[in-house]
């Protein structure tokens, strides 16, 4: 089914991104027939559509693609009769949504002063982005503050709301939410930094972003431990 075809109010949603769409086809085609995969590609589009019926209106957030694309992974885990474990298409999500990072870990390294200055600037406009949105969209991302320390290169902020994290609350699909939230260690990874993260806005009242380079003292005393949903948190050795 064509995109524009799909039953969904554009007043107040967007359509998911054709990184997403290719990602969820991907793994369509891995696991089932050509005949199949399709027939389950348009199961997923209307779920999407479905999905979208009762969700808070955010397509006009500026950044929407961390919101719409995890809700197309939503629906394909949804539809599909066979649920892989999340270790089978981490990769697949990953390049899905992080995969740029790729190429800016061969410019960037947060163990560089100038680097991780940078980093900050850029980290900081995004959370000065959502906080100001999160007044004209109450269900959007909700931030509880930002500090940057010089000194040691620490990027500190987190979210006490996050709309991926409440879908997955109202729709009970709390064990596909993993696949996305590790996608922000593996691409902390490739920039040469460390994210130390404790607790999520599904294992706790917020979701850390502590993010240092990966030769800092601080990131040798977190070791990545995986709780019974396969989501990754840190650890204090």
């Not at 209307?46 to 961390?66: M, N």
């Not at 649920?83 to 560089?112: H, T, W």
């Not at 320390?149 to 006490?160: K, N, Q």
Request: with cysteine.
């Amino acid at each position: 089914m064509k995109e524009k075809d799909l039953p969904i109010d554009l007043t107040k949603h967007v359509i998911y991104t054709d990184k997403a769409k290719k990602c969820v086809q991907k793994l369509l085609h891995r696991y089932y027939d050509e005949k199949t995969a399709e027939e389950l590609w348009e199961k997923v589009q209307l779920r999407y559509a479905e999905f979208l019926k009762d969700e808070p209106a955010l397509g006009s957030a500026k950044i929407t693609v961390s919101i719409y694309d995890p809700i197309l992974i939503f629906a394909w885990y949804d539809v599909v009769p066979d649920k892989p474990p999340i270790e089978e298409i981490q990769q697949d999500v990953y390049d899905c949504f992080m995969g740029s990072f790729d190429a800016l870990g061969k410019v960037f390294n947060l163990n560089r002063k100038l680097d991780h200055r940078l980093a900050s600037k850029i980290f900081k406009k995004t959370s000065d982005t959502r906080e100001k949105e999160s007044k004209t969209l109450p269900e959007s991302f909700r931030m509880g503050g930002f500090s940057y320390d010089r000194e040691s290169g620490a990027i500190c902020y987190h979210f006490t709301q996050c709309p991926n994290a409440e879908f997955a609350k109202r729709h009970h699909m709390e064990s596909i939410l993993p696949v996305m939230c590790n996608c922000d260690h593996f691409a902390m990874q490739k920039l040469h930094a460390t994210l130390i993260r404790e607790g999520t806005c599904i294992t706790s009242d917020r979701c850390d972003y502590y993010i240092i380079g990966d030769q800092s003292p601080q990131a040798a005393e977190y070791e990545l431990v995986k709780d019974e949903n396969g989501l990754l948190l840190s650890k204090k050795k």
